[in-house]
């Protein structure tokens, strides 16, 4: 009987340790969850923040670009001017005007 | 009693299955695509060439006279009107190139602007990969814990059964 009841208590005791280291990795693993939640959000704000960079720099891209066709349209405009006024030019019969035109281009 | 108790065990096992962790879905990134831009060319032939003008070449008296004897070169209104045009072509081309050069400067600014994307992807690529490293070592190390404490309790739970075995035998 008394080895019985000794036998159990050996089991309880065993039961218990058994409690207590499982109750040891499961903290441990607690541990390490929330400190892998905290790097997994500190990475995400990470790489929202350069998403946002990366919007702002795709923005310069399109207004540069914009920009580019806008200078195309001016050099278009400007060869057009100049043609109607070299048009002018050949066509002039003055020499006062054609001698101002001259001194003003000079 | 007992049909209770498995009900209840089989709403609680339910319970369970029905708390599992929803799937992971990946935010989208945001979508960036550039067009291509086509090359540029400077077309000038655009520009409105005038004839070549006609000289009249003179001596001192004003007398028409070949190139090598002459003194002064005499222009009609027709052929002065060619030269201004030339000038009028010069002012022109100087505009263009001030514009060319807003051009130049604009798409340099465009590489620049790509370069810095181009930076900033590989750092979200860093970044990416070392979440994804983050990810996989927690996976691992909680793999291991899960593991370890399978065994342990499983080894624990088949002592303790063992042993309540024996004790049993022996207290019969």
Redesign the interface.
């Known amino acids: 009987m008394k080895?019985?009841i000794l036998?159990?208590l050996?089991?309880g005791g065993?039961?218990g340790?058994?409690y207590l280291?499982?109750t040891f990795?499961?903290k441990?693993?607690d541990i390490?969850?929330a400190v892998?939640k905290i790097?997994?959000d500190i990475?995400?704000k990470?790489?929202e923040v350069?998403?946002k960079?990366?919007?702002i720099?795709?923005q310069?891209?399109e207004d540069?670009?914009r920009?580019?066709e806008q200078?195309?349209k001016?050099?278009v405009e400007?060869?057009k001017k100049?043609?109607e006024?070299?048009?002018e030019?050949?066509?002039?019969?003055?020499?006062k005007e054609?001698a101002k035109?001259?001194d003003e281009?000079? | 009693m007992v049909k209770k108790i498995i009900i209840l065990c089989l709403i609680i096992s339910f319970l369970g299955v029905g708390c599992s962790p929803p799937k992971f879905i990946p935010?989208e990134?945001?979508i960036?695509q550039?067009e291509r831009?086509p090359y540029?060319k400077?077309d000038?032939t655009?520009?409105?060439q005038?004839e070549k003008p006609v000289y009249l070449w003179t001596d001192e008296n004003f007398k028409p006279t070949s190139i090598n004897d002459a003194k002064y070169l005499v222009l009609t209104?027709?052929e002065?009107?060619?030269?201004?045009?030339q000038?009028?072509?010069?002012?022109?081309f100087k505009?263009?190139i001030g514009?060319?050069e807003?051009?130049i400067n604009?798409?340099i600014?465009?590489i620049n602007?790509?370069k810095?994307?181009v930076k900033?992807?590989q750092?979200?690529a860093k970044?990416?990969r070392?979440?994804w490293t983050?990810?996989e070592n927690?996976y691992r190390?909680?793999k291991y814990?899960s593991e370890?404490?399978n065994i342990?309790?499983k080894g624990?739970?088949g002592?303790?059964s063992i042993?309540?075995l024996?004790?049993l035998i022996?207290?019969l």
């Open positions: 080895n019985i036998g159990i050996g089991l065993l039961a340790i058994a280291l499982t990795i499961n441990k693993s390490l969850k892998h790097t997994q990475g995400k990470k790489v350069i998403e960079k990366q919007i720099v795709k310069k891209i540069d670009e920009l580019s200078t195309k001016e050099i400007i060869k100049a043609n006024e070299i048009k030019i050949l066509v002039k019969d003055n020499f054609l035109e001259a281009l000079w | 935010k990134p945001p960036v550039f831009t540029y400077a000038l655009t520009i409105i005038p209104k027709k002065f009107a060619k030269f201004v045009a000038l009028k072509i010069k002012e022109t505009e263009i514009k060319q807003v051009l604009t798409n600014d465009i602007s790509l810095e994307y900033l992807e750092m979200k970044e990416y070392d979440l983050d990810s927690a190390q909680e814990y370890l404490n342990m309790m624990f739970l002592f303790i042993g309540a024996v004790a022996i207290a």
